[in-house]
């Protein structure tokens, strides 16, 4: 404790210090973003604690519960499982821009008019997937919709709404 | 997550020597690697991001078959129309699997390449010989209701997670390789192993090579195939058993059939001798019980798995009889 390392000791050493931030810049909601995270940062947390993102949730952190998915470049994604490093050029869309200003994203207003929340922790990721869903364009039933469905979880169990919403947007889609 | 410095290759062979370094390891799609970083099961100080690299194409062979660039995504992989149309086996097995962002993200190489999901392996708290060689297997007198049956050693009876490595066992796909000593072929039965003593050791790509491609026969079992997954849910979660069966028939009369299990094993399972009982044969449900039998004659259980072994038998029989449209 205290020691001051001199110039040659933390070449040396890589890990007695931390390695140094990394340039990164990042286009996200149509804005570009210029940042200096460790490489080992999430998207997740990029977009949560260096950007104030806060719409994208953490919920298991690894991979399972789905209320991190953000689109790249219109793919839906897990943001936990991703360092930001490596997403330099790619379109990365939020909750927060699905919205064209005061306009709500179809599946937005889908999920209000069919009550697809309680508590809402889960919604942003799950709008987000119901929108890469659509943008694959690959269900044909319900079940369907469902399964394409079930890298979120919502443990206040509201998936009938949810279900419901999804569906409605999606044959929209089909019919424009 | 330990702390580790990232470079992106944009070259293969430069990929491979910087790989050579104690402690480096290539990220592509990430999606079991960084977690496992997280939870401290790996610790590499260096990553290789790889996803730059020009393999994320799906081609046509002379020989008729398909190749699969290492870093076409499962998504895209599932999707692909002349998948779809000539290896449906295969598409269904990728769709089986993860969730559609992890499929999103995930790659077919960094697939064949993903860990165990033993839950002592995942567990830094207990003993275990595939994350750190020499302590022990906890599952072995533990809690294994996901375990192996066949294959498994007194070291580790962790089983493969992949679905799709399941159905690429059935159509004998061919996994190539480059590194520092070349390129190579390597059948994917013999890709990835059994625990044996070192059960750390879960495939044998050398630690300086990269998965280029997989290449598909032209043979796609396209008329008569299926994969059978079964699981404690409907949807996205890993196999207690899975089959990927593919079968030509002539009439009611099987010509050619490849069986191949996951779930059960370190790695896909096939017992070609099983599969030969049935060649010539009529489809009924006896026949494929036969078969069924003989793929499971070595099979043994520990205390909380050993239902997979009936459930194996059934799902065989299962498979087999909707491949062919019973």
């Known amino acids: ?176 | 997550m330990n702390n580790f410095t990232y470079t992106k290759a944009t070259d293969v062979a430069l990929a491979v020597t910087e790989v050579s370094a104690q402690g480096a390891k290539f990220l592509a799609g990430g999606t079991n690697l960084v977690d496992l970083m997280r939870i401290d099961v790996m610790r590499p100080n260096h990553l290789i991001d790889i996803k730059k690299l020009p393999f994320n194409h799906i081609e046509e062979k002379e020989d008729g078959g398909l190749r699969l660039g290492a870093l076409t995504t499962n998504a895209d992989t599932a999707y692909n129309e002349q998948i779809e149309q000539r290896y449906p086996l295969l598409s269904k097995a990728i769709l089986a699997g993860a969730s559609a962002q992890l499929r999103n993200m995930a790659t077919d190489g960094g697939n064949l390449l993903q860990r165990t999901r033993c839950y002592y392996f995942y567990d830094t708290g207990t003993p275990c010989n595939k994350r750190e060689p020499g302590t022990g297997c906890s599952a072995i007198n533990g809690y294994n209701r996901i375990h192996a049956i066949l294959g498994w050693s007194e070291q580790c009876i962790a089983t493969h997670p992949s679905d799709m490595a399941v159905a690429l066992a059935a159509l004998e796909a061919k996994v190539n390789v480059t590194g520092k000593n070349g390129d190579r072929t390597i059948s994917i039965s013999d890709f990835h192993r059994l625990p044996e003593d070192t059960p750390h050791i879960d495939t044998n790509l050398q630690p300086d090579e990269i998965i280029t491609s997989i290449d598909l026969p032209a043979k796609g079992f396209s008329q008569n195939n299926t994969y059978l997954k079964l699981r404690d849910r409907a949807s996205y979660a890993f196999a207690l058993v899975s089959v990927a069966a593919g079968l030509e028939m002539e009439g009611d009369t099987v010509s050619d059939v490849r069986i191949a299990l996951g779930g059960v094993a370190h790695k896909p399972w096939r017992k070609p001798e099983a599969e030969a009982l049935l060649i010539g044969k009529t489809a009924t449900k006896e026949n494929f019980q036969q078969a069924a039998e003989a793929l499971l004659e070595c099979a043994q259980g520990f205390k909380y798995n050993s239902f997979k072994i009936e459930l194996a038998k059934r799902a065989i029989v299962r498979a087999l009889q909707q491949a062919v449209k019973m």
Request: proline residues 4%; aromatic residues 6%; hydrophobic residues 35%.
């Open chain 1, 1 to 176: 404790m205290g020691k001051i390392l001199n110039e040659e000791d933390s070449t040396k050493s890589s890990f007695a210090v931390a390695p140094p931030l990394m340039p990164v810049t990042l286009h996200i909601n149509g804005h570009p973003y210029s940042l200096h995270l460790a490489p080992w940062t999430s998207l997740l947390d990029t977009l949560r604690e260096h950007l104030n993102l806060t719409g994208t949730k953490k919920g298991c952190d690894h991979g399972q519960c789905g209320a991190c998915t953000i689109l790249v470049d219109g793919k839906r994604i897990n943001a936990c499982l991703a360092l930001a490093v490596g997403y330099e050029d790619v379109e990365i869309t939020t909750i927060e821009g699905l919205a064209k200003g005061d306009e709500l994203h179809p599946v937005q207003a889908a999920f209000i008019e069919h009550d697809a929340f309680q508590c809402g922790y889960c919604t942003p990721g799950q709008i987000c997937s119901a929108v890469g869903l659509i943008n694959e364009g690959k269900a044909k039933t319900t079940d369907d919709i469902q399964d394409l469905m079930s890298g979120n979880v919502c443990r206040c169990g509201a998936y009938t709404n949810i279900t419901a919403a999804v569906e409605q947007c999606y044959h929209q889609s089909k019919a424009q």
